[in-house]
């Protein structure tokens, strides 16, 4: 089936630098790549959603200088999140979207950031 | 407004028992499609089941079934012979547009509902 291998799956840094999360798509092409974040036992909340080749389309309240996202290529969109504070720490996932996939979405495995 | 509603924060079940979490939803689109996914500690997005709007029969997959109420706009995941390995959260999702269209866009999720289960 369709996989979406996102790296790294935890990760900690000092506030005030840069992370950069990964998320690959392995054996599909991922025209849209979804960015979710998600705090302890609550939802998953859209961040911005990304198309191929194109700027990120970034939900209401998101900063769009924080949290940088490049779709460059069909198989590879990342996610940096810029001079990192920690109430930047979340669990952050991607999800591709393509229409050859069943029902249309597949997830990444997510990354839990940790800023200190 | 809230498209996506989970009203059930927390739900216990009993090994081997039924159990059902309830979502709602609203939307004014015709087309739309409804999933369930379920989130072990891990974090990982576990797909379950989904559902078309225009799908006549309730879907099912395994012991995992959606009792769609399109008229009262519900989608309720009903979990048969619940096992040690069902606990985990558990969110219902929507996403508005037809599913071959230019719309076929992004999910919204509901809040979660947490699900133990008991041996």
């Known amino acids: 089936g369709a996989v979406v291998s996102q790296h790294p799956s935890w990760v900690i840094c000092k506030s005030g630098t840069s992370v950069k999360i990964e998320c690959r798509s392995l054996d599909f092409q991922a025209t849209t790549m979804f960015w979710y974040r998600q705090f302890p036992k609550q939802s998953l909340m859209l961040m911005a959603t990304?198309?191929?080749?194109?700027?990120?389309?970034?939900e209401q309240g998101v900063e769009k200088d924080k949290f940088l996202i490049n779709h460059a290529s069909l198989t590879l969109s990342t996610l940096t999140v810029t001079s990192a504070h920690p109430e930047d720490s979340s669990f952050y996932i991607c999800?591709?979207?393509?229409?050859?996939?069943?029902?249309?979405?597949?997830f990444g495995s997510g990354t839990r950031l940790t800023i200190v | 407004a809230q498209k996506i509603t989970q009203t059930q924060p927390g739900m216990f079940v009993q090994e081997k028992e039924a159990v059902t979490l309830d979502c709602t939803y609203d939307?004014?689109?015709?087309?739309?499609?409804l999933f369930w996914y379920k989130q072990p500690s891990s974090g990982e997005m576990i797909f379950l089941i989904y559902?078309?709007?225009?799908?006549?029969q309730n879907a099912t997959e395994g012991r995992y079934s959606l009792n769609f109420q399109k008229a009262r706009k519900s989608a309720n995941l009903v979990i048969s012979a619940s096992q040690l390995g069902d606990s985990a959260m558990y969110f219902c999702?929507?996403?508005?547009?037809?599913?071959?269209?230019?719309?076929?866009?992004?999910?919204?999720f509901g809040q979660g509902t947490i699900l133990t289960v008991h041996p």
């Open positions: 990304s198309n191929e080749g194109s700027k990120a389309t970034y």
């Open positions: 999800s591709a979207r393509d229409q050859h996939l069943q029902y249309g979405y597949t």
């Open positions: 939307t004014s689109d015709p087309s739309y499609g």
């Open positions: 999702a929507m996403r508005e547009g037809y599913a071959g269209g230019t719309s076929y866009g992004k999910l919204t």
């Open positions: 559902q078309g709007s225009y799908d006549q």
